[in-house]
C-alpha cells in the first residue's frame, strides 16, 4: 500500500462547483496533515494544515479522520484560479511525505 | 524576502556528465530538504539536513547521488554521472526549526539527461 494515496483526477468542474478531494495514509502513527497546492510548473506551497476538529479557511475546509485514515479538502464556490494540482501531505517527525496529487480544472 | 534560491533553473545535459545542483535556503531556517519529482513517481524525498548535518539520505537513489551543505545558507546536489532516468524536477526546500512541517520550496531545476 502506498504511503498517501489520492486520485489524480483530473477534476473538471465549471466556476461556482464545489469539489472535494480525498487522500488516504497508511502510516497511523503520522503526525500532522497538509495540503500544499501546485501550480503548473512551479512549486509546491502550503495550503492549510488539517486538523482533528476539521478547520476551514474561506473557501476551503480541511478534515481529517485518524480511525480511518483518511483527510479530505473540499473547495466550494471554485473560482478560475483555483485551477492547480493539490498534494495531500503527511508529516512524521521531521519530514513530509507527499501524495502524488489531484488535478483541478475549474472552466468559466 | 527571498525565498528559497535554486540555480540553475533549467539544466540539458548528455548522459555521463556531472551535474551540480544548488540551492540557498531561507535565512535562519535549520533543516534542508532535497525532492524529485516525476509524473510516475510524485515528489520523493531524496536527503534531508538538519544544522548543516546530513540526517536522513536514504532516499538517495543510487552512489551516483551526493549531496553537501558546508555551511547553513549553500547546499549542492550532485550526480554524477548522469543518466537518462535522472532526468526530472528537483527541489529544494527549507523550514524553520527541525519539527516545524510547514517547508518553502525553491522554484526547481529542471533537469533533462539526453
Known sequence: RKEVEQDPGPFNV?????????CTYSNSASQSFFWYRQDCRKEPKLLMSVYSSGNEDGRFTAQLNRASQYISLLIRDSKLSDSATYLCVVAGYSTLTFGKGTMLLVSP | DAGVIQSPRHE?????????????PISGHNSLFWYRQTMMRGLELLIYFNNNVPIDDSGMPEDRFSAKMPNA????????????RDSAVYFCASSPQSGSNEQFFGPGTRLTVL
Open chain 2, 73 to 84: 545558507s549553500f547546499s549542492t546536489l550532485k550526480i554524477q554521472p548522469s543518466e537518462p
Open chain 1, 14 to 22: 465549471p466556476e461556482g462547483a464545489t469539489v472535494a478531494f480525498n
Open chain 2, 12 to 24: 540539458v545535459t548528455e548522459m555521463g556528465q556531472e551535474v551540480t545542483l544548488r540551492c540557498k
